[in-house]
């Protein structure tokens, strides 16, 4: 990611300042550092960046999505032991085969 803006948002009223730091984290500002109080003055600056293409997707899984997960990956499991035996009587039938 690469900033593309920086703001300093500064009030003499800490609730000016942060009606203002809450409007632009709305529209997808970052803080950047942390909130600074000198000389009567409550100032946050906030970055604003821009992730060149890449999109983060938040998925979230329940207990019992979870649980049809683990299912199917013992479903799979269990037909993988069945092809391992399969092919074990397969091999066991072609060795056991006279050759000419």
């Not at 800490?14 to 997808?28: F, I, P």
């Not at 600074?36 to 604003?48: D, F, L, M, R």
Request: aromatic letters at 4%; hydrophobic letters at 35%.
């Amino acid at each position: 990611m690469a900033t593309v803006g920086y703001k300093i948002v500064s009030h003499k009223d800490a609730q000016d300042t942060e009606d203002e730091v809450h409007a632009l984290l709305k529209e997808g500002w970052e803080l950047h550092g942390d909130l600074k109080v000198g000389n009567e003055v409550y100032s946050q600056a906030v970055i604003q960046t821009e992730s060149y293409g890449v999109s983060v997707i938040e998925q979230t899984i329940s207990i019992h999505e979870l649980d049809d997960i683990k299912d199917a990956i013992e479903d799979i499991a269990d037909s993988i032991g069945n092809i391992a035996v399969g092919l074990g009587h397969i091999g066991m039938g072609l060795s056991d085969k006279p050759t000419e």
